[in-house]
């Protein structure tokens, strides 16, 4: 499957982006869908997994409550909205797709992974 994560951008603090995913190529339904970012200088990080109905949804602790992790099956795509951005959150965010079971943060268990898009959060 392919994936082409999109919606990253420049943004102030306090602000929000919505990021997309699009898959094509496989049955999206199949995977669960994960969100990552990397920093730069600093090791790939789990943000947000979404089940494969979309009804369990798990986040790091350090943007919980701040972002939403959703799925729209029929139109095969994942989205992140990220509201009450803060400049830590600028990375790089990759989507990525799990074929197994489970509610792994590890980018390792991963099968697939889009090209990335940026997000910078300027203070």
């Known amino acids: 499957v392919q994936l082409q994560a999109s919606g990253g951008g420049l943004v102030q603090a306090g602000g929000s982006l919505r990021l997309s995913c699009a898959a094509s190529?496989?049955?999206?339904?199949?995977?669960?869908m994960g969100w990552f970012r990397q920093a730069p200088g600093k090791e790939r990080e789990f943000v947000s997994r979404?089940?494969?109905?979309?009804?369990?949804?798990f986040y790091a602790d350090s943007v919980k409550g701040r972002f939403t992790i959703s799925r729209d099956n029929a139109m095969n795509a994942v989205y992140l909205q990220m509201n009450s951005l803060k400049p830590e959150d600028t990375a790089v965010y990759y989507c990525?797709?799990?074929?197994?079971?489970?509610?792994?943060?590890?980018?390792?268990?991963?099968?697939?992974w889009g090209q990335g898009t940026q997000v910078t959060v300027s203070s």
């Open positions: 990525a797709a799990d074929s197994g079971m489970g509610t792994s943060r590890n980018p390792g268990r991963y099968d697939y």
């Open positions: 979404i089940s494969r109905s979309g009804g369990s949804t």
């Open positions: 190529g496989g049955t999206f339904s199949i995977y669960a």
